[in-house]
C-alpha cells in the first residue's frame, strides 16, 4: 500500500494547518459506522488477543470539550479519526498524536429532542464528511478542512423531527433515517445525492390506509395480528379497534404515527437491499387512539436501495403500547435454517430481550433466541393510576447499542438493560411541537437494577455466556478475530471479555459513562482500540467528552 501523503493547507479561524491525508485507505482503517456496510463491527485482527489484552495500554485521550451524552463510533482512514459529539461538533483527529487537525461546529436552531444531544456518528466518502443534525438537517464537511460544502434541512424541528444517527454513504448517496416519534411525527428514510444533498428517494415509514403492502395487505391499519412472533399475546382487543376504523374518528392518526427510523442501516451490496429498524409508533403508550397493527412500527425492513421501495417487513410488535421499539441496527451475516443450510440472514437485537434471525431475502423469521433478560408480565397492558409492572423495561433489552458477530464462533454479541418499569396510560391530545408519550414509564424505586453481554449462538438461538453488570448497558460492543468482545458501562469502565467464555480479561476506568461501542484500527502493525467515554442521558451517568485509544505498546 502506498503510503504517499497529499499535503494541502486548510484556513480555520484564521490559522493555517498542514495536514497530511493518504490517497488511498489504509487496510487497517474502519470506514464505516458498524466497520462495514453488513454493520458487523467484526475486526479481523490477531495482533491483540486472550493471551496478551492485560498488556493493553493508554496510547492517547482526545477532550473533545463538549458534555452531554456522548454515543459516538469514530471513523478511522488514512490516519485520520472523524467524530461527532454531542451538539453537532465534528473533529478531525491525527491518529499518531492524538492532536485536533479541524473543527467543526454546526449552528445549531430550534431542536426538539426525547433523549439527550446525542449523535451516533459521521460517515465518509473520497471528499466528504456527512452528518445528521439535532436539529434535522444533512451537513457536508470537507474531508480535509472541516468547511462546510452544503447542507440540507431534512424534516421541519418544530414538529418533533430530529437526526441523531450516523449515516451510511454507499454508490453515491447518504442514506438517512430520522427520529421524533415521541412528538408525533411520520417516520422516514432517506437517500440524498452526496454531491449536492438533493433528495434522491424517500420512504415514510408508515403508509397510508389504502396503500397496498408486499404482501398484498393494505397499509397503517395491517392485519390486527393478535400475537408478537405469532407466540405471545398482545392482549388487544381487535373488535374495537375494529369499530374505531369503522366509525372513522381515528382515520387521520396515520399522519402522527410516529415510526422513527433513527439508527444506522445495513446494506447488502450483492443484492442491492437495504435493511432498517423502525421505532414505536405515536404516541408511545396509548394505543387507544391509533387502532391498527400501527404499520410499520417495530418493525425490521428491507428496501430497494436504488428506488426505496419496501420489498418486506416484519413487525414485531404489532399496535405497540410499551414504546418497545425495534433500535438496534441490523447485522448481515449467515447462519442455518431451519434445516440447517447456511443462508443469508439479517439478524436484530430486541427491546424484548429475544435476538431475532431472519432469512434475509424474504424477512421470514427463523429463530428467535433464548432470552437475554428477565421477562416478566411481558405485554400486559398500561393502566389508568398506579400502572402495570412489566419486564423488560422501555428501555431493553437491546436498546440503540449495536451488536457485534464473530463468524467463527457463530455468536452474536449484545449489551443489555435489566429496568423493571412501571407503565401508566395517560390520554393526552397531540401538540405541535410537544412531547407525546400517551402515558409514562417510571423505573421502579427500589428495584435492583443491572446489565448483561450476552452472547446469542446464531445458529440455535442458545444463549453461549453471560457477563453480568451492576449497572445497565447502553453502548454496544465490539468483536475481534484475537477472540476478544469489548464493551463498556455507566461505571466508567472498559472491559475485554473473553469471546468463548464470558470472562473477563482487561478493563480500565475512564472517568466518565462508556455508553458508545468500542471500535478499532490498525497503525505501524499494532492493533488499536477507540471508545467514546462521556455518559448518557436517559442513565444519568457521569459526564464528559473523551475519546480514548490503547494499545499494547
Not at 114 to 121: A, L
Amino acid at each position: 500500500m502506498s503510503r504517499l501523503s497529499v499535503w494541502i493547507v486548510c484556513w480555520l479561524c484564521g490559522v493555517s494547518l498542514a495536514l497530511p491525508f493518504k490517497l488511498l485507505a489504509e487496510p487497517g482503517d474502519w470506514l464505516h459506522p458498524g466497520l462495514d456496510l453488513a454493520q458487523t463491527r467484526y475486526y479481523s485482527n490477531d495482533l491483540l488477543t486472550v493471551n496478551n489484552v492485560a498488556d493493553l495500554r493508554l496510547k492517547w485521550m482526545f477532550q473533545t470539550g463538549v458534555v452531554g451524552s456522548f454515543e459516538n463510533t469514530p471513523i478511522v482512514e488514512n490516519e485520520v479519526m472523524y467524530i461527532s459529539t454531542p451538539y453537532n461538533h465534528v473533529y478531525a483527529i491525527d491518529i499518531r498524536s492524538g492532536q485536533s487537525l479541524w473543527r467543526y461546529q454546526h449552528k445549531l436552531g430550534l431542536t426538539n429532542f426525547c433523549c439527550g444531544p446525542n449523535n451516533r456518528g459521521v460517515a465518509i466518502n473520497d471528499n466528504n464528511v456527512y452528518m445528521l443534525t439535532l436539529d434535522a438537517m444533512l451537513v457536508a464537511l470537507d474531508k480535509r478542512s472541516g468547511e462546510l460544502i452544503w447542507q440540507k434541512q431534512v424534516a421541519d424541528p418544530e414538529y418533533g423531527y430530529s437526526g441523531t444517527e450516523a449515516p451510511v454513504v454507499y454508490d453515491g448517496m447518504v442514506i438517512t433515517g430520522i427520529a421524533g416519534a415521541e412528538y408525533g411525527i411520520r417516520g422516514f428514510i432517506n437517500a440524498h445525492d452526496v454531491n449536492t444533498g438533493e433528495l434522491v428517494w424517500r420512504w415514510y415509514t408508515i403508509p397510508k390506509p389504502d396503500e397496498q403492502q408486499p404482501d398484498g395487505s393494505y397499509g397503517w391499519y395491517g392485519v390486527f395480528q393478535e400475537k408478537a412472533d405469532g407466540i405471545n399475546p398482545l392482549n388487544r382487543d381487535i373488535e374495537r379497534e375494529q369499530r374505531q376504523i369503522e366509525s372513522g374518528y381515528y382515520v387521520d392518526a396515520w399522519q402522527k404515527g410516529g415510526g422513527s427510523a433513527w439508527t444506522t442501516k445495513s446494506i447488502d451490496a450483492k443484492t442491492g437491499m437495504l435493511f432498517a429498524t423502525v421505532g414505536n409508533p405515536s404516541p408511545d403508550l396509548d394505543g387507544t387512539i391509533r387502532p391498527g397493527d400501527n404499520r410499520w412500527t417495530n418493525s425490521l425492513v428491507a428496501l430497494d436501495l436504488r428506488t426505496g421501495k419496501l420489498i418486506w417487513a416484519y413487525q414485531y410488535i404489532p399496535h405497540d403500547v410499551w414504546d418497545l421499539d425495534s433500535v438496534s441496527p441490523p447485522i448481515l451475516t449467515q447462519a442455518k435454517d431451519n434445516n440447517g443450510a447456511m443462508i443469508d440472514v439479517v439478524i436484530h437485537g430486541g427491546k424484548t430481550g429475544w435476538t431475532y434471525v431472519h432469512d434475509r431475502k424474504t424477512g421470514q423469521l427463523i429463530r428467535r433466541s433464548e432470552p437475554m433478560v428477565e421477562q416478566r408480565n411481558i405485554f400486559a397492558l398500561p393502566t389508568i393510576g398506579l400502572g402495570t409492572e412489566m419486564l423488560p423495561g422501555a428501555n431493553g433489552g437491546v436498546n440503540w447499542s449495536p451488536g457485534s458477530i464473530n463468524p467463527k464462533l457463530r455468536h452474536v454479541y449484545y449489551a443489555n438493560l435489566h429496568q423493571p418499569m412501571h407503565y401508566e396510560e395517560r390520554s393526552v391530545p397531540w401538540r405541535k411541537g410537544r412531547l407525546w408519550l400517551g402515558g409514562a414509564f417510571k423505573s421502579i424505586s427500589g428495584v435492583a437494577q443491572s446489565g448483561n453481554i450476552s452472547a446469542v449462538d446464531i445458529d440455535t438461538g442458545k444463549l453461549a455466556w453471560q457477563h453480568i453488570t451492576q449497572q445497565p448497558l447502553i453502548g454496544g460492543t465490539l468483536a475481534t478475530s484475537g477472540g476478544l468482545v469489548f464493551s463498556g458501562g455507566d461505571d466508567g469502565y472498559l472491559i475485554a471479555l473473553d469471546a468463548t467464555t464470558g470472562k473477563k480479561l482487561w478493563q480500565f476506568q475512564t472517568g466518565a459513562g462508556v455508553n458508545a461501542p468500542p471500535m478499532a484500527f490498525e497503525l505501524d502493525n499494532e492493533l488499536h482500540i477507540a471508545v467514546a467515554s462521556g455518559g448518557n442521558a436517559q442513565l444519568n451517568t457521569n459526564r464528559g467528552g473523551t475519546i480514548l485509544v490503547f494499545t499494547l505498546k
